[in-house]
């Protein structure tokens, strides 16, 4: 079984500055993908990052870098140069990946989110 | 291009009503999913589906039922609505297991 805990509930940010939203995670597959996804008050949910397991590179996508640590289990999504678009509820999310003899279907387990109120 | 596509937004249900929340995308992907959002937290699997013919349950699928006839269309039937099930739904596709997954705009149901 996969699990993610998203311990802060609610973050705030000064605009133009970085902020970093935690994310850890509990899971016995050998090879995952963590995700990022943001839900403005408008309730669609945007993908932001991904980052495979078995990648290397921590990923980053614009502003948005996925600080990937595996001993640890974090999967901390970072935000520089906060704006205030950026108000939202922050999802961390993941799922197993296909390995030999196995099976995936994609499916994605979710923090419980936290809500980044960005101030000018 | 429309991506994933669902009907209606908003409904009211009585207690112990049926309807049926319809999901489409039109991206040609074989994945499909529904989640629930209850207020205030994160998203939890009731059913998914890895092709036309083939569902199966989720972590909470208890009072949905799902069919997928076609590759574009995967409905969330819900059968004598109770208050719990008022929550958000999301419907979403992915093309494969590697890939991100594209959510629909939700449909907000209220059971009273």
């Known amino acids: 079984a996969q699990k993610i805990t998203q311990t802060q509930p609610g973050m705030f940010v000064q605009e133009k500055e970085a902020v970093t939203l935690d994310c850890t995670y509990d899971t016995s597959d050998p090879s995952y993908g963590l995700f990022w996804y943001k839900q403005p008050s408008s309730g669609e949910m945007i993908f932001l990052i991904y980052?495979?397991?078995?990648?290397?590179q921590n990923a980053t996508e614009g502003r948005y870098s996925l600080n990937f640590q595996k001993a640890r289990k974090s999967a901390n999504l970072v935000i520089s140069a906060s704006q205030l678009g950026d108000s939202a509820m922050y999802f961390c999310a993941m799922r197993a990946l296909p390995n030999a003899g196995g099976t995936s279907y994609g499916k994605l387990t979710f923090g419980q989110g936290t809500i980044l109120t960005v101030h000018p | 291009n429309a991506g994933v596509t669902q009907t209606p937004k908003f409904r009211i249900l009585k207690i112990g009503q049926s309807m049926t929340l319809q999901c489409t995308q039109d991206?040609?992907?074989?994945?499909m999913y529904w989640y629930r959002q209850d207020p205030g937290m994160g998203l939890k699997l009731i059913y998914y589906?890895?092709?036309?013919?083939?569902?199966d349950k989720g972590e909470v699928p208890n009072g949905y039922n799902v069919s997928r006839s076609t590759t574009e269309d995967f409905p969330l039937r819900l059968e004598l609505a109770a208050p719990s099930q008022t929550s958000v739904y999301f419907c979403a596709s992915t093309a494969s297991v590697y890939n991100e997954q594209f959510f629909g705009p939700g449909t907000r149901l209220t059971v009273l």
């Open positions: 980052q495979g397991s078995y990648d290397q």
């Open positions: 589906s890895v092709g036309a013919g083939i569902t």
């Open positions: 991206m040609n992907h074989n994945y």
